[in-house]
Structure formats: C-alpha cells, structure tokens
C-alpha cells in the first residue's frame, strides 16, 4: 500500500514571487520538479501523482488554496487535508520565516504559529491540531516595517535558489518526513 502524503505551500494569490507567498513558489518548484500538474479545485490549485521521495513512492499531493490571503487559507487547507489523508503527521505545511536567515530552511513537527497568521488559520481550521510538519522558509529580516517587508519581491537569486538547491533541501527534508513516518507501509 501506497501512503499519501500532503504538501501545502502557504502564500498570498495577489502578490506572487513576494517574500510572503515563497511557499508558493516552493510547491509551483515540486510541482514543475516531480511533474505533477496543479489545476484549479473547489479549494485551490492542488496535483497528485505517485513519485519517489528517496526510496519510497508515495501518493503525494500538492496544494495552494484559492483564497487570496493566506490568514484566511486555513479552512480550505483543512478541506483538502481531510480529503487526501488521516494522519497529521502526512501533512506538511511550507511558509514564510522572518525569523530564520534567508534561503535557510528549519524543518519541524508540532509547535506554535509563531505568530505567523497563515499558520495560525491552519491550525485553527484543523481544530487546534499542531502535529503536522512545517516548512519555514527562511526569508530574513531588515529593520524596516515587517508588512512591507514580507510583501516585497523576492531577489532572483532567492527565486532560481528555491527553484533548484533550496528545492533540493525541501526533497530532503521531505524524504525524511517519509523515513520518520514510515509512509512507505
């Protein structure tokens, strides 16, 4: 038996390619990598195909809400999340980190938002559930206003890094969500 796997990338529809939305640019990067086509759903842009990650195949699907602002993505995440799998542990969430170095990614299970507000929609509409993996995409920080910050566009170095050796580091990372799991049943 094949398990499944989620990936959701966290971002804002009307600001593409922002600091904000790099989630998204991190999922449209697998999608492109694993060639799994995203088209439009009820919920959002989502995909789904088996793939290899590492030595295991596993059904993964890929998923970006429809709603234009991530605060509020929570409920269409958690639509998608009951509708491909059980365990929350097969649900990976990538988003935005002001907190963490650019082009740094800090993987994790379980925990707080952070203040982050997308994240706090996800756990909210999952009914409080934080035992899902999270993805934070380090994008720094300056010492200007935060809002603005997270809302401007990323470099085109940070763009071609999230689309080819940061993107490695994601494929890694889910390989061992994969291992830990023991997805591969």
Known sequence: MVSPLLVVGLGNLP???TRHSVGHLVLDALALRLGIRLSPDRHGYSGQ??????????????????????NISGPSIAATYRKNVTNPKSLVVI????MHQSEKLSAKIGGSANGHNGMKSVIAALG????????RIGIGRNDGDAAAYVLSKLSSHERRFWA???LDLILA???NVVRRNDLHQ
């Open 128 to 135: 409080g559930e934080t035992e899902f993996y999270r993805f």
């Open 164 to 166: 080819d050796e940061g």
């Open 95 to 98: 988003t935005d980190s002001l």
């Open 15 to 17: 600001y593409p390619l």
């Open 49 to 70: 195909g088996l793939v290899n990650i590492g030595e295991t195949t596993v059904s993964l699907t890929l998923f970006k809400s429809i709603e234009s602002l991530m």
């Open 173 to 175: 990372e889910l390989e």
